[in-house]
C-alpha cells in the first residue's frame, strides 16, 4: 500500500512539476492561461530572442544612427554657416566701421589743427574734409548703433562717441571765430578741442573697435569650428551599417545586400561632403583673414598713428613752440610706427602693416613708407628753421596755402602718404571679402545635402532589412 504524500503542513513535500508546466499561481483565473513578464524591456528581450525580430531592432537602430546623423550634422553646418554670414554681413562691416569712426575722428582733429594753422588762407578743401570726417563718424556711429544690441555695452560707447562729437566740434568753431579775430585765445580752444579728442573720443573709440574686432573673431571661430558631433555620429552610423552587414554575410552567406550598401554609400558621401565643405569653408576663412582681415587690422592701426604725427606737427605751431609735449609726442609716434625691435614693443605698425600686406596691397604700403619718409624729412627741415628762429619759415615748410608752394611741403608728403594708405586699405578689404563671401551658402548647401542623404540612408537601410525579413513570411 502506498504511502500517501502530504500536500499541506509541516513537513509537506511538493512533488515535481512534469517539464512545460506553468505552477497554479501564474494561471489567470484558473482559466490556463499563462502570464508572462511584460514592459518595453521585457518584450525587446522576447524580439531579440528571434531572426525576425533581431532584424526589425537593427532596423530600427540604423534608422535612428542615420536620421541623427543627418539631423544633428545639417544643424551643426548651418549654424557654422550662419557664423559665416555674420562674418561677411555683420561682424566684418562693423569692425571696420569702428576702424573707420577711429581714423575719422582722428583726421577730423588733425585736419582743423591744419585749417587753424591757416587761419583766414584756409582752402575750401580743408574746410570740406574736416566737416566730411565729421560726417562720416557720426554717420557711421549712428550705423553702429543701429545694428548694435540695445542691452550691449557698446552701446554705451557709441552714446558716449555720439555725444561727444558735437561738443569736440563747437570747440573748434570756438578756437577758428577767435583765430580769425586774431585772439590768442584760439590756439588755448584748438589745443583744448585736440586734448578732448584725444583723451576721450579716440580712446572711447579704440575701444569700441577692439570690442568689434573680438566679435569678429568669435564669429570667425564659430564659421571654422570643426564639427566633430557630426564626425562622431557619421563614425557610429557607419560601423552599425558595417557590422550589420557582417552579421547578416555570416548568417546567411550572402555577400551584399543592396540597401544596406545604398546606406552605408549615402552615409560615406555625407561624411565625404561634410569634410570637404567644412575644411572648404575654414580654408577660405583662414585665407581671408590671412590676406584681407589681420593686414587690415595692421593698416588701420597704422594709419592712426600717421594722423596722430601729423596731429602732433600742426599742434607744436599751434602752440608756436611753447611747449615741448608736441615734440615728443611726434617722435613717440614715429617711432611707434618704424620700430623694427620686436624685444621691445613688437613691431611697428607701419612695419607690420608692410609685412602682413598681400600681394595686391604691398606696392601701395611700399609707396606710403617712402612718403612717410619724405615726409620725416621735410619735418626735420621745418624743426632746424624753427630751431634757427624763423618761425613762419618753419611753418610755411609745414603747411601753406599757396598752391605753388604746396608739393614741397609736409602736408603734401603726409597727403601722399595718407592716399597710399588708404588705396591699400580698399584692396586688403577686398581681398578678405573675395575669400569669404559665398562661404555661407556652400555650407548651407552641405547641410541640405546631408540631410536629405540621412534621410536617404535610413530609408534604404529599412529597405534592405524588410526584403531580409520577407524571407521569414
Known amino acids: ?23 497554479a499561481q501564474r494561471r489567470a483565473g484558473g482559466t490556463g492561461a499563462v502570464v508572462l513578464p511584460s514592459g518595453p524591456l ?25 536620421l541623427a546623423f543627418g539631423a544633428l550634422t545639417a544643424v551643426q553646418v548651418n549654424s557654422r554657416a550662419a557664423a559665416a554670414q555674420r562674418v561677411v554681413d555683420n561682424s566684418q562691416p562693423l569692425s571696420q566701421a569702428a576702424a573707420d569712426i577711429n581714423r575719422s575722428l582722428a583726421d577730423a582733429d588733425a585736419t582743423a589743427a591744419t585749417g587753424f594753422l591757416l587761419a583766414g588762407a584756409e582752402p575750401r578743401a ?19 548703433a543701429s545694428r548694435t544690441p540695445a542691452s550691449s555695452q557698446l552701446r554705451e560707447l557709441l552714446s558716449k562717441l555720439n555725444q561727444q562729437v558735437p561738443v569736440y566740434a563747437g570747440l573748434v568753431e570756438t578756437a577758428r571765430a577767435n583765430n580769425r579775430q586774431g585772439y590768442p585765445l584760439g590756439g588755448a580752444y584748438q589745443r583744448y578741442a585736440s586734448e578732448q579728442m584725444r583723451t576721450v573720443l579716440l580712446p572711447a573709440a579704440a575701444q569700441f573697435s577692439a570690442a568689434e574686432n573680438a566679435l569678429l573673431a568669435g564669429d570667425m571661430k564659430a564659421a571654422r569650428a570643426t564639427p566633430w558631433a557630426g564626425y562622431a555620429l557619421g ?11 557582417l552579421t547578416l554575410f555570416r548568417r546567411t552567406n550572402r555577400v551584399f545586400n543592396i540597401g544596406l550598401v545604398a546606406a552605408t554609400a549615402a ?6 561632403w561634410l569634410t570637404v565643405a567644412a575644411n572648404g569653408a575654414a580654408t577660405a576663412l583662414a585665407r581671408g583673414d590671412r ?26 605751431y599751434v602752440a608756436r613752440g611753447s611747449s615741448g609735449v608736441y615734440a615728443d609726442l611726434w617722435s613717440k609716434t614715429t617711432e611707434h610706427l618704424f620700430t623694427s625691435d620686436p624685444g621691445r614693443a613688437g613691431p611697428g605698425t607701419l612695419v607690420q602693416a608692410q609685412s602682413l600686406a598681400p600681394r595686391a596691397a604691398q606696392g601701395p604700403i611700399v609707396q606710403a613708407v617712402a612718403d612717410y619718409q619724405q615726409w620725416r624729412e621735410r619735418h626735420a627741415a621745418a624743426t632746424k628753421l624753427e630751431n634757427e ?19 614741397k ?8 602718404a595718407d592716399r597710399q594708405l588708404a588705396d591699400a586699405a580698399v584692396l586688403e578689404e577686398g581681398e578678405f571679402r573675395d575669400a569669404a563671401l559665398g562661404v555661407d551658402e556652400d555650407l548651407r548647401t552641405a547641410a541640405a545635402a546631408i540631410a536629405v542623404l540621412g534621410l536617404l540612408a535610413a530609408a534604404a537601410a529599412l529597405r534592405g532589412l524588410g526584403r531580409r525579413l520577407a524571407e521569414y513570411r
Request: a neutral charge; charged letters at 20%.
Open 1 to 23: 500500500m502506498a504511502t500517501p504524500v502530504r500536500t499541506e503542513g509541516p513537513g509537506a513535500h511538493t512533488p515535481e512539476r512534469p517539464a512545460g508546466t506553468v505552477p
Open 235 to 245: 563614425l557610429l552610423a557607419l560601423t552599425g551599417l558595417v557590422s550589420v552587414q
Open 389 to 407: 628762429g624763423d618761425y613762419q619759415a618753419a611753418l610755411d615748410a609745414t603747411v601753406t596755402a599757396r598752391e605753388a608752394d604746396a608739393p
Open 291 to 316: 590676406e584681407g582681415g589681420a593686414p587690415l587690422r595692421a593698416l588701420n592701426a597704422a594709419r592712426v598713428d600717421v594722423l596722430t604725427a601729423r596731429l602732433a606737427e600742426n599742434l607744436h
Open 267 to 272: 552615409v560615406l558621401a555625407a561624411v565625404l
Open 126 to 144: 580743408v574746410r570740406d574734409r574736416y566737416e566730411q570726417d565729421l560726417r562720416t563718424a557720426s554717420q557711421l556711429i549712428s550705423e553702429s
Open 409 to 416: 611741403t609736409a602736408e603734401a608728403a603726409f597727403a601722399a
Open 42 to 66: 521585457a518584450r525587446l528581450g522576447r524580439a531579440t530572442r528571434t531572426a525576425p525580430g533581431r532584424l526589425r531592432l537593427a532596423g530600427a537602430l540604423l534608422a535612428v544612427l542615420t
